[in-house]
Structure formats: C-alpha cells, structure tokens
C-alpha cells in the first residue's frame, strides 16, 4: 500500500526541541522529493519546507517562518524523511503532514499528520 | 510571497447541485495551480494540478480551470462525499502557498 506515516509528535515547552519521522511505503522513497506542511488547529495549510532527492543533492527549502530553526533531512535506506524542530515557539502547535511531491510542486500524497503542541 | 485568495469561505449548496469555488492569486501563477479537498480529520487530497488535470481517482464530475490569477473548481453536481473544505494552492514560486479555504456545506 502506498502511504506515508508520522510520528514523533507531542507536547513540548517553548524552546524546546522535537523530531518529527516521516516513514514511506509502497512506492520508490529515494525518487520523490518530499515536503512537510502544517495545519494549526481550524486554520489552513501552511507549507513549512522540503528535501530534494539524492539525484538532485538533497537539496532543502524553508518557509521563512521556520527557517534557521527547522531542519528537513532524510535516509533513504530506511524510507523515511524527518523534521527536526528547535527553539519552538506556541505559533509551531499545528497538525505537521509529511507530503510526497508529485510531478511538479504539488502534493500527491499525504499522511494521516501528527500533532505538535507547544505549550507551558 | 504569492497570496492565494479564495471564495466565498463559506458555500452552502443543495445536493445534486453544482457548486463553484473560486481562487484568485495576487500575482500570475501561471497554470502552476492545484486544489484539495480535506474532509474533518482527515488529511488533504490532491483533485486536480496544472489547472485542469484530475489526479488519479478524482470523479468526472470535478474539474478545474483557469490560468494566471484567476482559477476555477466546479463539482458539477454534488454528492454527500464532497461537502468538505477545499484549498487552492500555487507551486509557480517560492513559498508555496495555499488559500484560506471555501468550505462546502449542506444548504
């Protein structure tokens, strides 16, 4: 079955740090570009960032929201792309999706999300 | 950044009838432009890229248009299935950005 799955979500304190997971199946992980886009709660989508296949240098972007606080990676030996959050702030409590790129800059495939609330 | 608009927020329609959403984009995208559909609880669904195009999977009865800055879903005669909320987005530049979202109600 193709399909995405997160994890690593959770409660975590302004400043703090946490590692989202993104684990693929079903289709060929190292090819795909994937992206993360968030969703706070009864708001819309907002797109947070992305990392480039091995043929195109693992090459990443960031909203500016996140950048130089969010960093994207991936290990394509085990299928899964990653979110490393830090500094956070209350503003990062969203729903984070791990997307898969399709054949422009779109996303053809979602996950189910995972939440991350930043809170005292 | 690329500001995605959406309209109405709010679209009440009967079923059977045919609903339409627009999206309009602060500058021209192009025909660089996708919708979703996302149901309570649920992640997004890819309907339609490059406009016009269904994605794999997506009934006849959704189909997108436009191009430049303004754009088109119209789901030509709706089911219970579709009341959901829909968002626009623009892959034409860097941020990718979505619209606010029309959400499709029961009428």
Not at chain 1, 39 to 56: D, F, H, P, Y
Not at chain 2, 10 to 18: A, D, H, I, K
Not at chain 2, 65 to 87: C, H, K, N
């Amino acid at each position: 079955e193709v399909q995405l799955v997160e994890s690593g979500g959770g409660l975590v304190q302004p400043g703090g740090s946490l590692k989202l997971s993104c684990a693929a199946s079903g289709f060929t992980f190292s090819g795909s570009a994937m992206h993360w886009v968030r969703q706070a709660s009864g708001k819309g989508l907002e797109w947070v960032g992305r990392i480039r296949s091995k043929a195109n240098s693992y090459a990443t972007a960031y909203a500016a929201s996140v950048k130089g606080r969010f960093t994207i990676s991936r290990d394509d030996s085990k299928n899964t792309a990653y979110l490393q959050m830090n500094s956070l702030k209350t503003e990062d409590t969203a729903v984070y999706y791990c997307t898969r790129q399709g054949w422009d800059w779109y996303f053809d495939l979602w996950g189910r999300g995972t939440l991350v609330t930043v809170s005292s | 950044e690329i500001v995605m608009t959406q309209s109405p927020a709010t679209l009440s329609v009967s079923p059977g009838e045919r609903a339409t959403l627009s999206c309009r984009a602060s500058q021209s995208v192009s025909s660089n432009l996708a919708w979703y559909q996302q149901k309570p609880g649920q992640a997004p669904r890819l309907l339609i890229y490059g406009a016009s195009t269904r994605a794999t999977g997506i009934p006849a009865r959704f189909s997108g248009s436009g191009s430049g800055t303004e754009f088109t879903l119209t789901i030509s005669s709706l089911q219970s299935e579709d009341f959901a909320v829909y968002y626009c987005q623009q892959y034409n530049n860097w941020p990718l950005t979505f619209g606010q979202g029309t959400k499709v109600e029961i009428k």
